[in-house]
């Protein structure tokens, strides 16, 4: 069994900072890629950010220059800071990792998001 758990969703005006984390637990073995998705009601899930194993980063344009993706290994966490924040930021943030369990098996994981509302 493999978890997701995001935390620090909330409200905040535009122009703040909201800073969310993600811990993986249960029969991992090892992360790959780890990184945060965002949706909009109506909308399909869009990438905002990952970052490998090693550290390379990705993010969607959007967001460059405003967010940080960052990680933990040793902890099985990945971060995500995010500034100067918008009201079009505002969506349901997903945590996501690609892992593999304890059993060997590949497992594309999700988190069960937090809200993210940015007010104008």
């Known amino acids: 069994q493999v978890q997701l758990v995001e935390s620090g969703g909330g409200l905040v005006q535009a122009g703040g900072s909201l800073s969310l984390s993600c811990a993986a637990s249960?029969?991992?073995?090892?992360?790959?890629?780890m990184g945060w998705y965002r949706q909009t009601p109506g909308n399909q899930r869009e990438l905002v950010a990952t970052?490998?194993?090693?550290?390379?980063?990705n993010y969607a344009d959007s967001v460059k220059g405003r967010f940080t993706i960052s990680r933990d290994n040793a902890k099985k966490m990945v971060y995500l800071q995010m500034n100067t924040l918008r009201p079009e930021d505002t969506a349901v943030y997903y945590c996501n990792a690609e892992l593999y369990t304890t059993g060997a098996s590949y497992k594309n994981a999700w988190g069960q998001g937090t809200q993210v509302t940015v007010s104008a």
């Open positions: 970052i490998t194993r090693g550290g390379s980063t």
């Open positions: 249960g029969s991992i073995f090892s992360i790959n890629t």
